[in-house]
């Protein structure tokens, strides 16, 4: 996974953003939404994961239909 850092001077805070989309290479530009990337291109299935759909139980018992 390519992160970015960039820490401001005035507070010590550090900024870290995704430079490349870890499952395609998807070269991000700067000023590009990662979460629309994420949710247009790929599935929980990408990231190992199951849909919410196919989980055995849901959170908190609640249904999902």
Same mark, same amino acid.
């Given at each position: 996974?390519? *992160?970015e850092q960039y820490e401001y %001077? #005035?507070?010590g805070v550090v900024q870290s953003r995704l430079v490349a989309c870890p499952f395609c290479a998807h070269d991000? =530009? %700067?000023y $590009? #939404? +990662?979460w629309e990337h994420f949710y247009t291109e790929h =599935?929980?299935?990408d990231a190992g *994961? =199951?849909? *919410?759909t $196919?989980? #055995?139980s849901s959170p +908190?018992?609640?249904a999902l239909d």
């Open positions: 996974m390519t *992160l %001077d #005035a507070t991000f =530009t %700067d $590009e #939404a +990662r =599935t929980p299935k *994961l =199951t849909p *919410l $196919e989980s #055995a +908190r018992g609640v």
